[in-house]
Structure formats: C-alpha cells, structure tokens
C-alpha cells in the first residue's frame, strides 16, 4: 500500500504542474479523487486490510491525501492567476502619458443641478443639505404622512433592518426605522428645526425608491426642492418664482401653469405643468414637471413654527426630468452607464 501511494504521489507531482486550463485541471483532479479516482480506490481497499494494520494504513492514507491535495492547491492557483493575467493583459508602465490627453467633462446633472442653484441664489436661496440615510420621523412624520400611507410600504421604500444603526443619523423616535430617504423634503424638516425663519434654502440631492428601472423610471435619482418660510408668503410668489426659474433654465418661451393636486405636506397643493415647444423633443403643449404647495400648517406644527404667523411654499422635481428635457435625451438610463460617448458630448 505504502509503495502504491508513493507512485500516485509521484504520478501527481509530475502530471498536476503541466496542467494549463481548468477543464484539464478538473479532468486531472477527477483522476486522482474523483468517485472512480486512484486514490478512492486505494482508500476502499482499507477494508481489506488486517485490523491490526489499519491504524497504520489509515494514517498514510491520509497523509497521501494531504500531499495531493496540496498538489491540487497548488495547480488551481495557478491556474486561477494564468485566468486573471490574461483577463487583464499586459502590464501597464504607470509612467507613460495618458493616452487620452482630452480634458474631462461635468456631467450633464452636475450640470443642470448647478444652474438650477446658480438661478435660486440669485433670489436669496441658500443651499441645504442632508443625510441619504434617514428615520421615518424625517421622511414621513414630520411631513404629515400618515404610518397607513402607500408611500411608506416596503414595496415602494427602502428600509433597513431593524438592527441597523447610524452613528451620525440620529432617531427622534425611539422605535422608529432607518430608510433610504425617498424624496429631499426631509432637509426641509431639518432646516426649520435648526431654527426660526424667514427660511429660504434648495436641497439638490441624490433620493431612492422600489422601481422598476425602465426608461423613464430608475430605483435611484435626483431631485431638487425649495423651501420659502416667512410673513405672508402667497401662492403667488410661488408661481412668480417658478415662472422666473424656467424662464431663465430654458427660455424666454417657457410657460407654466398649475393644476390642483393632493401631497400630505402642502395644502393647497399643485402639479406643475411646462410649456417648452421651442425645446429639442418637445411635442407637446404641456409636460408634468413637478409638485408644489403651501406648506401644510400640520408640518409647521411638527417643527413647532406657528401656522398663524408664518406661511411658506415648497416645491420639488426631477433633475434627471430637467436634463432629459433640456438636452432631448429620451432614455434616463444612459445618466447612469458611464459610457463616454454619451458623456463627452456635454463638454
């Protein structure tokens, strides 16, 4: 037995370092451990030896088995970095030039997210931001959405597990959960807690909701939301602001107009509808760009501003919507694919 375990050891270490490929590799290995193996044979013969030789047999067995699995190892390995090496071609001298000298580009929602802060500034809006991660007090308490809303069911947010924890994310209710925050209204509740108005602030930021990713839906994207709180503040100066933004984002010819709708945090609250023709793409006399409002006097009173001295409006929207009509692109997924081709175009 001792001298049949020998040979395979040998046969192993001679045949196991020419192997190339995996398919080769598999094929050795099955040879050797494999159910009809030369080593599965040599251990079924144990049986066979006298009971007195077995504790001796056993453990050079297993040791034999240990040498060829090491074998084993060893080919694999270096089978796997032969796979990687070639995946990833030859080496590259890190102190060449770039072959591509051509200078970088912003994209195209930096882009639109930037001038679309650039216009609001010159109004007096201040930029605000927040945590990705929130609590459900953030993202629907404070804005005055009820625990049975649609909106908050696990099939449209994302939530984490109830063990989950946040250092820099604190819980304003105890029992509360973590989530993905689905819109950017919640910097608007974090911004009135900090302090008393007049507030006026825009919160550009990345939100997440359950989607199917097609190409006008995406489970991750950007929204952009404005928030004005002060004495007397009308539906009136709401409409003049969002005139004066499309006005100067998209052209002279740029129209809008409101139609009533219901969100839980403003009342009144609108649909905004835009009349752009003169843009690329645009056949339509009127597209759906976004919501806004009032503020609800529930929401003043989770942030504890009195509803009968402050009013204020608040209005939020796509970013993706923006450049897709700003620059006539019909697919929201190419924001998102990196591909420079579609990239370098907005230079």
């Given at each position: 037995m001792q001298d049949q375990l020998s040979a395979l050891l040998a046969k192993a270490a001679a045949e196991l370092p020419a192997v190339k490929t995996r398919p080769e590799f598999e094929a050795a290995k099955a040879r050797y451990v494999g159910p009809h193996g030369e080593l599965t044979a040599l251990m079924k013969q144990l049986g066979t030896v006298p009971k007195e030789q077995r504790p001796a047999v056993g453990r050079l067995i297993n040791e034999a088995k240990g040498t060829l699995q090491s074998h084993l190892d060893t080919a694999l390995a270096r089978i796997g970095e032969a796979e990687l090496?070639?995946?990833?071609?030859?080496?590259?001298?890190?102190?060449?030039?770039?072959?591509?000298s051509g200078p970088g580009t912003i994209h195209p929602l930096t882009q639109v997210r930037e001038e679309m802060c650039r216009i609001l500034r010159k109004v007096g809006f201040s930029i605000a931001d927040g945590p990705e991660v929130e609590t459900e007090f953030y993202c629907f308490d404070a804005l005055n959405t009820p625990s049975d809303h649609p909106a908050r069911d696990e099939k449209d947010t994302f939530y984490f597990p109830v063990s989950a924890r946040f250092g820099n994310v604190s819980k304003k209710v105890p029992e509360e959960r973590y989530l993905l925050r689905t819109h950017t209204s919640s910097v608007q509740i974090r911004t009135m807690l900090k302090g008393p108005p007049p507030i006026r602030i825009v919160s550009p930021g990345r939100v997440y909701r359950r989607d199917t990713t097609d190409a006008t839906h995406s489970a991750n994207f950007h929204q952009l939301e404005c928030l004005y709180v002060d004495r007397k503040v009308t539906v009136r100066d709401l409409k003049a602001l969002l005139d004066y933004i499309f006005v100067a984002l998209l052209g002279k010819d740029t129209k809008t107009r409101f139609r009533p709708h219901y969100f839980g945090y403003?009342?009144?609250?609108?649909?905004?509808?835009?009349?752009a023709k003169h843009l690329p793409k645009v056949r339509k006399e009127w597209i759906e760009i976004g919501g806004c409002g009032m503020v609800d006097p529930a929401v003043f009173d989770a942030v504890g501003y009195d509803s009968e001295v402050w009013s204020g409006y608040a209005f939020g929207m796509g970013l993706e919507r923006l450049a897709m009509l700003l620059y006539g692109i019909d697919d929201i997924r190419?924001?998102?694919?990196?591909?420079?081709?579609?990239?370098?175009?907005?230079?």
């Open positions: 090496a070639a995946q990833l071609g030859p080496a590259v001298d890190a102190t060449l030039p770039s072959p591509d403003t009342e009144p609250s609108f649909e905004v509808d835009l009349s190419y924001f998102y694919q990196n591909d420079l081709r579609f990239l370098r175009q907005f230079g």
